[in-house]
T-cell receptor, first 109, second 113 residues
Framework: DAGITQSPRYKITETGRQVTLMCHQT?????MFWYRQDLGHGLRLIYYSAAADITDKGEVPDGYVVSRSKTENFPLTLESATRSQTSVYFC????????FGPGTRLTVL | AQSVTQLDSQVPVFEEAPVELRCNYSSSVSVYLFWYVQYPNQGLQLLLK??????LVKGINGFEAEFNKSQTSFHLRKPSVHISDTAEYFC???????????FGTGTSLTVIP
């Protein structure tokens, strides 16, 4: 299917565990983004990537790591999950507008 | 620095009534403007966008927005809302020379039967 997919859609983990959220797009867009959405904060940019092997920090990068070895994939890793990282995470890509994935709801216990 | 302000966090409105969701932005350079809608448990989808040309932009589902450069606003309007319009609405800007979007904090529209 064309578009942006995210996996898993739902994830429950424990404090201190490593978690990786996957993002895949079929359009070969250069730019990709990771946001978190929390009540009262709207969407906050975590990291973005201008191309394969080029990534940069956004507004709230602490506690997250990204990689972009291939244009179509942009995984987000929480190296040691904390309760404050409980959120809904959205991946997006750009081409004249921003296209969003369906989101991953992450709960850290 | 760029910023986007959505003045109303929640807007309740009766079915078939008109609605306006407000958005103001600040930027020292020219921007492109967008409105996105998010239905419950879904991602964001584009409602409409202003890149250039006519300042009145029409989008999907009967929504429209007007770009006002002097007031740095991009308010979203619909003359008659439906129950199905209940959702979260986000205003966003991007520099005409950049690729990073800046989002407002969102307005929750609730349509009351």
């Amino acid at each position: 299917d064309a578009g942006i997919t995210q996996s898993p859609r739902y994830k429950i983990t424990e404090t201190g565990r490593q978690v990786t959220l996957m993002c895949h797009q079929t359009w070969s867009h250069s730019y990709m983004f990771w946001y978190r959405q929390d009540l009262g904060h709207g969407l906050r940019l975590i990291y973005y990537s201008a191309a394969a092997d080029i990534t940069d920090k956004g507004e709230v990068p602490d506690g997250y790591v990204v990689s972009r070895s291939k244009t179509e994939n942009f995984p987000l890793t929480l190296e040691s999950a904390t309760r404050s990282q409980t959120s809904v995470y959205f991946c997006a890509s750009n081409h004249n507008e921003q296209f969003f994935g369906p989101g991953t709801r992450l709960t850290v216990l | 620095a760029q910023s986007v302000t959505q003045l109303d966090s929640q807007v309740p409105v009766f079915e078939e009534a008109p609605v306006e969701l407000r958005c103001n932005y600040s930027s020292s350079v020219s921007v492109y403007l967008f409105w996105y809608v998010q239905y419950p448990n879904q991602g964001l989808q584009l409602l409409l966008k202003y890149l250039s040309g006519s300042t009145l932009v029409k989008g999907i589902n009967g929504f429209e927005a007007e770009f006002n450069k002097s007031q740095t606003s991009f308010h979203l309007r619909k003359p008659s809302v439906h129950i199905s319009d209940t959702a979260e609405y986000f205003c966003a800007v991007i520099l005409n020379t950049g690729n990073q979007f800046y989002f407002g904090t969102g307005t929750s529209l609730t349509v009351i039967p």
